[in-house]
């Protein structure tokens, strides 16, 4: 079965800094998809970043940016230039290609210190 | 686009008793996902359906609970006889085709007395 796991319960970073969030994943599957969500205290949960398994590039969305090792099955994402919005539970999460539900980590929370 | 809608937000109630929940997803997507999130974790995969069909089960979903998409629009998720184990976060989302990207609602937080 399928695994994700975020090591990091929660992170602080200062506005405007830098901050990089991990995660790592298990599965027997060579083609996948890869997700970083965002949910904000009390509001829905949105789609930051995605990426395809078989792109060797990484995706990037403005201030956003991942770094997908396939071989070490490690998604990790950055968030640079930090701003108070940031602030929010961070979900890792992965889906197979033959499979329509999502398998979500346990979350990071985010804080941003002005 | 009015985004993905979710009814009640909150609902408190006691042991025993019936819910149900009403998720109205982004019109035209025909993908619709029931994600369960208790303290602490990521949400948890319920059930999915494609139009009125409902294609996929997950193990949490026990025999209390019923998932309905009579017209392929809004569906409803109904738990007879709760538990406390049930207070959760249920999660709505939907999606334009399989491989689309799944929008999420607000949740409907539910607790039990």
């Known amino acids: 079965a399928q695994t994700v796991t975020q090591s990091q319960p929660e992170m602080s970073v200062q506005e405007a800094e830098t901050v990089t969030l991990s995660c790592t994943y298990d599965?027997?599957?060579?083609?996948?998809?890869l997700f970083w969500y965002k949910q904000p205290p009390s509001r829905q949960m949105i789609l930051v970043i995605r990426q395809e398994a078989y792109k060797q590039q990484n995706a990037t969305e403005n201030r956003f940016s991942v770094n997908f090792q396939k071989a070490a099955k490690s998604f990790s994402l950055k968030i640079s230039d930090s701003q108070l919005g940031d602030a929010a539970m961070y979900f890792c999460a992965y889906r197979g290609v033959r499979d329509d539900k999502i398998i979500f980590g346990k979350g990071t929370r985010l804080h941003i210190l002005p | 686009d009015t985004g993905v809608s979710q009814d009640p937000r909150h609902k408190i109630t006691k042991r025993g008793q019936n819910v149900t929940f009403r998720c109205d997803p982004i019109s035209e997507h025909n993908r619709l996902y029931w994600y369960r999130q208790t303290l602490g974790q990521g949400p948890e995969f319920l059930t999915y359906f494609q139009n009125e069909a409902q294609l996929e089960k997950s193990r949490l979903l026990s025999d209390r609970f019923s998932a309905e998409r009579p017209k392929g629009s809004f569906s409803t998720l109904e738990i007879q006889r709760t538990e406390q184990g049930d207070s959760a976060m249920y999660l709505c989302?939907?999606?334009?085709?399989?491989?689309?990207?799944?929008?999420f609602g607000p949740g409907t937080r539910l607790l039990v007395l």
């Open positions: 989302a939907s999606s334009l085709g399989g491989f689309e990207t799944q929008y």
């Open positions: 599965t027997s599957e060579s083609d996948y998809y």
